[in-house]
């Protein structure tokens, strides 16, 4: 319906901002969105054959996903400046395909499944997902500096230890001793995190994806600078 964007707002808004008409559109979505589980929330699901209680349960995990909070009857987010899990995605796949990474298919398969993981409730499933784009990314970040800077292959013996690939990067200079520590903290976190007593296993499997995705783009855009630069 083009709300989203401001389109259908604009015969009854020409004088605003497009800024504007978007914040209006996304208003009347977060409404419509409260009203289909305020609906459903007053009637009876489990009668036989019906598809609704798995739509409103994978309608409330994407809404999850983006970082929003369900309230009672509101939908609320909890900070200002939440990330958009599904737009960062699409940032995301274009960026890597812009850079011309290598084994897209695999690469954003695994950033596929970290989300469908995460709407179907596989937590652990979701993180694993998320390390393994992030661990993919770094590689074929690698892999593309040593080829287009150093005119040569990333050997098999540093391609293969996600350890040895982020020693690389930072011997290429793409990131400083600090950001490698980083970087090595955050793949910990998502190769070994199980479930914390203090944090639902949601929450937990939501941030660690988007610090993983975050991550990601990080050593891509260093990579496009770099590779900017030796040009």
């Known amino acids: ?7 259908s707002q604009y015969a009854a808004t020409q004088d605003w901002t497009w800024p504007q008409r ?6 009347y979505l977060r409404q419509l969105a409260e ?4 609906h459903w929330s007053q009637r009876d699901l489990t009668y036989a054959g019906s598809a609704v209680p798995e739509r409103i349960s994978r309608c409330k995990s994407r809404l999850e ?7 009672g009857s509101k939908i609320v987010i909890p900070e200002e400046d939440v990330l ?7 940032v995301l796949e274009q960026l890597y395909r812009e850079l011309g990474l290598g084994d897209p298919e695999t690469v954003l398969h695994h950033l596929r499944l970290s989300e ?18 992030l661990e993919c990314v770094l590689r074929e970040v690698a892999s593309s500096h040593s080829m287009v800077v150093r005119g040569e292959p990333l050997a098999d ?10 020693d690389y990067l930072e011997s290429a200079g793409l990131v400083e001793a600090k950001e490698k520590e980083t970087l090595s903290s955050i793949y910990g976190l998502l190769s070994e995190t199980g479930g914390h007593p203090y944090m639902a296993q949601n929450d937990q499997a939501r941030l660690l994806r988007h610090l ?6 990080f050593a891509m855009l260093r990579l496009r600078g770099s590779t900017k630069k030796a040009a």
């Open 84 to 90: 958009d899990a599904q737009e960062e995605a699409g």
């Open 65 to 71: 996903l983006d970082g929003f909070t369900i309230k």
């Open 116 to 133: 469908e993981h995460y709407v179907a409730g596989r937590w652990d499933d979701s993180i694993s997902n998320s390390r393994k784009f």
């Open 157 to 166: 013996s540093t391609a293969t230890r996600p350890v040895r690939v982020r």
């Open 212 to 217: 993983a995705l975050t991550l990601s783009q």
């Open 35 to 38: 009203a289909i589980l305020v």
């Open 22 to 27: 978007e914040k209006l559109g996304q208003e």
């Open 1 to 7: 319906m083009k709300l989203h964007t401001g389109e």
